[in-house]
């Protein structure tokens, strides 16, 4: 076993051990698997190998000169339609802009009124009240004082509170 230090040697290839058949023996192809692309070869050596078959392909057709692409059809079918769709909605913005423009003063208007009703709403319940017990601002109101008295840090607090 080398030291970690040391390089190791390359690694031992182990081939497989071939058949020695008759030195005469012509490639011969088996029938062909479930799949359509692969085939089995026994090589003159006697192996047999199976892998995938490259079936030659067929190159692109061209494209004849003068034929318009796929893509310049779509695009040019799509333009006008794009194009209809957009005047459309200018149109339609046209005929709704004077009632969107009636919408927007409706709902300023009714803002308006909220905010006015938050205002008024305790402004009058007051004038209401002030009507009702019929005073002007003079009557009378209870006052509450309070005297509280304690000695030293810890002392203990005594007080009386008086209803006027």
Do not use: C
């Not at 003159?44 to 318009?68: E, K, N, Q």
């Not at 304690?150 to 009386?160: V, Y």
């Amino acid at each position: 076993m080398p030291y970690p230090e040391q390089h190791p040697g390359p690694p031992a290839v182990h081939y497989p051990v071939p058949l020695h058949p008759a030195a005469s023996a012509p490639l011969s192809t088996t029938a062909p698997t479930g799949l359509s692309a692969v085939q089995s070869v026994q090589l003159p050596d006697g192996r047999i190998v199976t892998g995938y078959t490259l079936a030659p392909t067929a190159p692109a057709a061209a494209r004849p000169v003068g034929s318009v692409p796929a893509w310049a059809k779509t695009t040019a079918l799509l333009a006008p339609t794009v194009g209809g769709g957009t005047a459309a909605a200018g149109i339609g913005l046209s005929y709704a802009a004077p009632g969107l423009i009636a919408m927007s003063h409706a709902l300023w208007s009714a803002a308006a009124l909220v905010v006015a009703a938050v205002i008024a709403v305790p402004v009058l319940i007051r004038t209401a009240r002030r009507a009702a017990t019929g005073s002007n601002g003079g009557g009378s109101t209870t006052h509450i004082t309070q005297n509280i008295s304690a000695t030293g840090l810890f002392g203990r607090a005594n007080g009386t509170i008086n209803h006027h």
